[in-house]
């Protein structure tokens, strides 16, 4: 039983920094579209240089995961806005709220004894 409880936990943990990562990717991404269209660009050049850098490295992180998202989205007209990264996290919110029933499931019969 612990075997598994460590198992659903792992796979939690891996959800949450999933998640997070998306979370940063999108808030990052955002304040460089305003950046871009600013005079900070030209002002703080470093600066922006590793913000597009760790834009790059986020964007990277969670490509695999956006892209059946992505996939799905493009047949439906959604005026030029990318909804994948909310999709995804409702889809990783609801998986570990299944993961989580599941495991209550599992422990609780076996604390009950």
């Known amino acids: 039983m612990d075997f598994v409880l460590i198992l659903f936990r792992t796979i939690d943990v891996i959800l949450s920094i999933l998640q997070w990562t ?3 990717w999108v808030i990052l991404s ?12 030209w002002r703080n050049r470093q600066l922006y240089h590793v913000l597009e850098q760790l834009n790059d490295i986020f964007e990277r992180m969670t490509r695999p995961f956006l892209r059946p998202f992505r996939r799905l989205m493009r047949r439906i007209d959604t ?10 996290m409702l889809a990783i919110y609801v998986l570990r709220q ?8 599992l422990i609780l019969p076996a604390s009950t004894m």
């Open 98 to 105: 299944i993961l989580w029933a599941i495991a209550r499931r």
């Open 22 to 24: 998306v979370l940063v």
């Open 30 to 41: 955002w304040i460089l579209f305003f950046l871009r269209n600013s005079k900070f660009r």
């Open 79 to 88: 005026a030029g806005i990318d909804w994948s990264p909310l999709l995804l």
